[in-house]
């Protein structure tokens, strides 16, 4: 898939209404600072389009970024970000939930977990929402440059049994900062896209 043209076209809230998209959307999920915004600059080449920061907690909307106004990537909220209150937590998790349910077009969530770490709860719980709503199971292993290569299957197969993945789950692998992984990425959207 070649990206002609990407933009933000719509940032939702805690009590925003959610939008009403014809296009279909693919959102990337995951714990904070997991490299969600980084994922989408990296897949549109663009260097600050979705906010990042080294703190987590950067992304506090939903923003739905309009790609070649094919379809739209979703960025949202990370969860599992200690330093916010529980009231704050929990409107995120809502806000979260409430975008996975009511969409009508969502066709893919990506589910993006680091690779140096062990999955946690609320990643098992993500990839069990996934599979439990009937969406094929996608996982993104972030941040492949901060282990070695040969370390990378190892690394896999511990989230892969961490999470107690189903067969057919595909594990990808990706760094915002090499870039390793984007063609196969942009690669599997498009075939999302076109089923
Ligand atoms: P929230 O919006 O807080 O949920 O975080 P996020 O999942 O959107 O993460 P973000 O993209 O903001 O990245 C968090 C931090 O990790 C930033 O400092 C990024 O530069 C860094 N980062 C993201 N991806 C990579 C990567 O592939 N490699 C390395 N080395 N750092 C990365
Ligand atoms: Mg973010």
Known sequence: MIIKNVELETVCGIT???????????AFAGKSNVGKSSLINGLVNRKALARTSSQPGKTQTINFYNVNKELYFVDLPGY??????????????????RYLHESQVLKAVFLLIDI????????????????????EPIIIATKADKIKRSQLQKHI?????ELNVVP?????TFSALTKQGKDEILDLIEEIVEE
Do not use: F
């Not at 140096?116 to 969406?135: F, K, T």
């Open 80 to 97: 599992g970000y200690a330093n916010v209150s529980l009231k704050v937590k929990e409107q995120w998790g809502k806000m979260i939930e």
């Open 116 to 135: 140096r770490h062990e999955p946690s709860a609320n990643d098992v719980n993500m990839y069990q929402w996934i599979l439990a709503n009937g969406y």
């Open 16 to 26: 925003s209404k959610l939008p009403d998209n014809q296009l279909c959307e693919i």
């Open 168 to 172: 057919g789950t595909k594990v990808l």
């Open 157 to 161: 197969k511990m989230i892969k049994t």
